[in-house]
């Protein structure tokens, strides 16, 4: 089972009358990159999300929502600061003295002076707290997962036929190589008896020049790699798991090779087959881009 890096995933929690709604999606990315976003009364539970989500992703670049609603009837409670109130009424009544004033301080005045009332949100228990969002957020990994698992086979599916295709070009490479070094045989043998018309030719010397050129344009050894290196990625993508770094560096290897066979190449028809390959590989590498 390979897994994409493109994913996405949606739960929603509402118990207790409050609710939990989380969203994450993701695109590819060299490492794991967690981004969440969620109210500030929900921060201190950032390093536990973290820890939780490393269960479900190895890498990828993820962007998490997270909304909770608390519909408690009240979930806020009024609260009488009376130190605050007797700083007040003691300065408004060293006022009155001081300016010579009326002391006419009403409770309906000082109660209407800053931080004499303010509102506080009831304690809500954070055990109680995370298992609801616990619950959302599994919720939303597991559907994200299996997004990428869907996804992930298909890509599966996708680079193995393009890898069996791959296979047929080192097939014709292979099966036309020696025929490209009888073919120069004969064309240079062709060519040295038109010019030298009926005296005999050197075939030790003919030798010679087709032995340097099998040699030049011998590209067995490359062959024998690109093929292995199809076959490995055959075998690691059936195997799966975190495999897309693995993948990509052994793409770059095959690369490699098809580069080699290109620039030895002295035949149109390999050097066209080469071109293909290499074009195929790239096709083949953007995809195991996307591979966890």
């Known amino acids: 089972m390979i897994k994409s890096m493109t994913g996405f995933g949606r739960c929603e929690i509402s118990e207790n009358n409050r609710k939990f709604t989380v969203e994450m999606k993701s695109v590819n990315h060299r490492y794991l990159d967690v981004n969440i976003k969620m109210p500030k009364k929900l921060n201190i539970f950032e390093a ?3 820890t939780e989500l490393k269960n479900y992703i190895s890498r990828g670049k993820v962007d998490i929502f997270i909304t ?6 009240s979930n806020t409670t009024v609260r009488y600061n009376k130190e605050v109130a007797q700083e007040y009424l003691n300065y408004l009544r060293q006022m009155a003295r001081d300016f010579q004033l009326d002391d006419d301080i009403r409770v309906s005045t000082l109660s209407k002076y800053p931080e ?29 997962v299996q997004t990428r698992i869907t996804e992930g086979e298909h890509l599966r599916d996708d680079l193995i036929g393009k890898l069996d295709g791959m296979l047929k070009m080192v097939d014709f490479i292979t099966e036309r190589s020696p025929k490209i070094v009888a073919e120069y045989r004969q064309k240079l043998q062709e060519k040295v008896q038109d010019l030298l018309g009926d005296n005999t030719v050197d075939e030790a010397r003919l030798l010679t020049e087709v032995t340097i050129f099998a040699d030049k344009v011998c590209v067995d ?3 024998v790699r690109l093929r292995s290196h199809i076959e490995t990625t055959k075998n690691t993508l059936i195997a799966g798991g975190s ?4 993948l990509d560096f052994i793409a770059q290897e095959m690369n490699r090779e098809a580069n080699t066979t290109l620039s030895k190449s002295n035949d149109l028809e390999i050097s066209n087959c080469a071109i293909e390959l290499k074009t195929e590989i790239e096709k083949v590498r953007e995809q195991i881009q996307n591979i966890e």
Request: charged share 45%; proline share 0%; glycine share 4%.
């Open 48 to 50: 536990a999300i973290r």
């Open 116 to 144: 004499v009332f303010t509102m506080e949100e009831q304690t809500v228990d954070e055990e109680e707290l995370w298992k609801e969002l616990e619950k959302a957020l599994r919720g939303a990994a597991e559907m994200f």
């Open 243 to 246: 495999i897309g770094r693995k």
């Open 68 to 73: 909770y609603e608390d519909f408690s009837e």
């Open 221 to 223: 050894e490359e062959l």
